[in-house]
């Protein structure tokens, strides 16, 4: 039995707790402030948090230090240093200074740049981001101390994540402060949430070990779709098998260690198909936890025998995998996307919900563009995701509140009692209560308020958050400063200048909402009609990312300057074509060396055995064959035709076409797969991939 007392609980996190036991009293104090208030950091105590650090790390058996960040290939990074400093010959201390914590010099010109980096300078320097705490890998002997840090070229340009997420934060923190300063709210500190969903498929190692396209890709580029997939909802909130339990126990507790709240462990629609919800932390605390999340869960399946699958669709035919990012912001500690009890908080709720509505219809496509990819491209909008237009669900009681605000006409017109009904009326009127359920009814909406949060379900089970979020974060910064800039440009009655703006602002922006079925063939059709952006793959997603009015405000609000911009769209458009080059190549290797031997083979046994049959004179069976083999021969014949076909887009280096010719080549392989020996199929099955483990 492993311990379940909660006691190791952040154990392997430098905290509060390690802060206040390593550090002297004034220096824990100044680091817990810049931590918790993300007040500035003294640069002078540096050198004595880098010695309680290393005090405590020594302490955890670890050997190494390393800084570890996010780079724009969607995964960690980690260059490891011993702390280790030669005192003589044959003689060595453990030594780890103020400067090796806050900062680090690196050669990034093997890191994705997109331009930002000149060939001559190659030079990548990594940041201390004290705000999110220094914790401790293990392996099998030994550990190593890992100090998230912000990652940028010499010039300054960001080459991470991170840094613009970090950026966007200030930047809608700034603008909630100015807001609330109208709405006469002392000031607090603002912070900004997010809990992200993971969504993940585990498949046994030995299946996996078997799948070239798995193995190099993370998707089945071939399967036929078995007959018992998902659709008696069978898998969805059902009995864990034990296997998986004792799989997600583990990631459990190793997660506890490191200080990450998992919480909300269970199956998924899919067969194979699972989810980990953390408790909601600090954006960027969230961020940097949900990348150990992952990482935890791949290892821990592979010490189990298991894979875990983190692209956005492993499998065709099944439901992808998402990550639901829940977004919220909180002054003083209380979240203002919670509807309050007194008519001045109803005011700052509903003044928030409009700027965000009002952010998302201006700015769907940068949204949108942030879950861009190849993996993604996959899920959005195959009818079982959220489609790839935005469009924002506001449950039915929020929904008749802001139309009651659009139109000055209230909702009942009988009142409770008997009394004519009234509009709703800033500063004077508090909210209905919101019933929890009535707002998380529709999953298909991209980006739904959920009671006292919005859930953004676009972005993709392997993509970092800190996309979406840093995206999020500007646009919902600019429509809070947009609507402050109107109210201070009129003077008048606080409350009927709100009243007046916000309706003004729903009428303008309520093309952005939507509460009906978000798969239906009727959506597209009427979003067209609304002028909603679907952008339905990866270069048509990205191209926002070179529109002058999207590059100038990520650079007002000091999020992106234009080159990061173009240097962004450029590592995704790279990203796309080689991930879909290398899929290409990988279904031509798999049909031509691993299916068409199998299917010749199995031909020729047929063409010798009719040969027989009908030498012998046999008058049953000849029929059957007869026709079997027909259909692997016109099988054979159209693999050669279509691989020569993907063979030709793979040279010219065309995506569309190579995306269009392996769907074209999957249909023979999957029509084969039925047609040949099971015994004697090269790939594993999805009914086997799926259902045993
Ligand atoms: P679901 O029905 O989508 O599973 P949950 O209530 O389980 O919804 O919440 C999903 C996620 O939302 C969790 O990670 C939770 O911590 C997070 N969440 C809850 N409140 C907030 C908030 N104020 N800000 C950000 N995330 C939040
Ligand atoms: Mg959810």
Known sequence: MTDTSLKNYGADVFCEKAIRKYLSKTVAAKLIAT??????????????????????????????????FQPMTGGTAEKHDAFLEPSGVATAVQKFSGKNLIGGETDASSFPSGGLRSTFEARGYTAWDP?????IKRHENGATLCIPTAFCAYTGAALDMKTPLLRSVQAVSRATERLMKKFKKAKAHVSVTLGAEQEYFLIDRSFYLKRPDLLQTGRTVFGAAPAKHQQLDDHYFGAIRPRIL?????????????????????????PAQFELAPMFEDINLAVDHNMMIMEVLRQTAEANGLVCLLHEKPFDGVNGSGKHCNWSIAYGGKN??????????????????????????????????????????????????????????????LSSVMKEIETGRPRNPVAP????????????????????????????????????????????????????????????????????????????????ELQKLLQRLIKKHNRILFSGDGYGEAWPKEAAKRGLPNLKDTPSAIAPLEDPSNRALF??????????????????????????????????????AMIRPVVADEFSRLATAIGQAKKDGLKVG??????????LGAGLDDLHVKCEKIEKAIQKGETQGILATMGDLRKTVDRLESLVDDRKWPLPKYREMLFIY
């Open 246 to 270: 004792k799989f997600m126990h583990e990631v459990e507790l190793r997660l506890w260690q490191l200080g990450i709240p998992a919480k909300t462990r269970h199956n998924e629609v899919a």
């Open 131 to 135: 705000t999110s705490p220094a914790f």
């Open 417 to 496: 009692g008997g009394k004519k009904g009234m509009a709703f009326k800033f500063g004077v009127d508090t909210m209905p209560p919101l019933p929890k359920d009535s707002t998380d009814r529709n999953r298909t909406s991209p980006f739904a308020f959920t009671c006292n949060k919005f859930e953004f379900r676009a972005p993709g089970s392997s993509q970092n958050c800190a996309a979406s979020q840093m995206v999020l974060n500007t646009i919902v910064a600019e429509s809070l400063d947009a609507i402050c800039d109107k109210l201070e440009a009129v003077g008048g009655d606080f409350n009927e």
């Open 555 to 592: 650079a007002k609000y000091g999020v992106l300057s234009e080159t990061e911009m173009a240097s962004r769209r450029e590592i995704a458009a790279e990203d796309y074509e080689s991930r879909v080059l290398i899929e290409g190549k990988v279904a031509l290797e798999i049909a031509r």
């Open 336 to 397: 203002l996307l919670s509807p309050g009890d007194n008519p001045r908080d109803n005011a700052i709720f509903l003044t928030f919900l409009s700027a965000i509505i009002r952010a998302v219809d201006l700015h769907a496509d940068m949204l949108r563009s942030t879950t861009a990819g190849a993996g993604n491209d996959h899920r959005l909008g195959a009818n079982e995701a959220p489609p790839a237009i935005i469009s924002i669900f506001l449950g039915d009681e």
């Open 35 to 68: 931590m918790k208030e993300g007040k500035p950091l003294d640069p002078s105590i540096a050198d004595a948090v880098a010695q309680g650090m290393k005090a405590w790390a020594l302490e955890q058996g670890a050997t190494h230090f390393t800084h570890w």
């Open 622 to 631: 000849v029929k059957g064959l007869t026709a079997l083999s027909l259909k």
